[in-house]
C-alpha cells in the first residue's frame, strides 16, 4: 500500500484498520489519484496501534492534512477516536464486515455524541468514493481550477445518466 500513490506532502490521509479494508478504501484512493490530490494512504489500527493512531492524529494539522478518510469494519472506532484527537475534519467510511455486512461498522462511525463529529459514509465502495469527492469538494472551496475539475466530473455523469435514457428508447 505504500506505493507511487503516497505523496511526500499529503494534504489527504487515507488511513485504515486493516490491509484488509484496502478493497474498500482504494475507491478513495483512486478518486483522490485521479484529481491529482497529494495523499498517503495508512494502516493505523485503532485496536492494535492505538499508540500510532493517537500519534496519526495528533500530528495531522502540523503536517498540513487538510482531511482524514478514515475506513474500518466491525466495531469501528478508528474514526471516531482519531476525530477526539485532531480538529482536522474526519470522513468516515463504514467497511462491509464478515457477519453483519457493514451495519456494525455504520453504526459505530455514523452515532458520534454532540461535540465530536465524524462525517460518515455508506457503506463501502461508494461511501470510500464519496468520502474522496467530498474532501475534494472542501479543498476546491480554496481551489477554483480544481472546483472546476469537479464540475468537470459531474457534468460526464450526467451525460453517462442521459444516454442510460436513451438507451431504453
Ligand atoms: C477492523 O477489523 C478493520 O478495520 C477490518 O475491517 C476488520 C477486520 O480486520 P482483519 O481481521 O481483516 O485484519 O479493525
Do not use: C
Not at 35 to 59: K, L, N, Q, W
Not at 100 to 120: F, R, Y
Request: glycine content about 8%; hydrophobic content about 50%; charged content about 20%.
Amino acid at each position: 500500500m505504500e506505493r507511487a500513490l503516497t505523496s511526500a506532502s499529503p494534504v489527504v490521509g487515507v488511513v485504515m484498520g486493516s490491509s484488509s479494508d484496502w478493497e474498500t478504501l482504494k475507491h478513495a484512493a483512486d478518486i483522490l489519484a485521479e484529481f491529482g490530490i497529494a495523499f498517503e494512504t495508512r494502516v493505523v489500527s485503532a485496536h492494535r496501534m492505538p499508540d500510532d493512531m493517537f500519534a496519526y492524529a495528533e500530528a495531522a494539522v502540523g503536517r498540513g492534512l487538510k482531511a482524514i478518510i478514515a475506513g474500518a469494519g466491525g466495531a469501528a472506532h478508528l474514526p471516531g477516536m482519531l476525530a477526539a484527537k485532531t480538529v482536522v475534519p474526519v470522513l468516515g467510511v463504514p467497511v462491509a464486515s464478515r457477519h453483519l455486512q457493514g451495519v456494525d461498522s455504520l453504526h459505530s462511525i455514523v452515532q458520534m455524541p454532540k461535540g465530536i463529529p465524524v462525517a460518515t459514509f455508506a457503506i463501502g465502495t461508494a461511501g470510500a468514493g464519496n468520502a474522496a469527492l467530498f474532501a475534494i469538494a472542501m479543498l476546491s472551496n480554496e481551489q477554483p481550477e480544481l472546483r472546476a475539475r469537479l464540475e468537470a466530473f459531474r457534468a460526464r455523469q450526467t451525460e453517462v445518466a442521459r444516454a442510460m435514457t436513451q438507451d431504453l428508447k
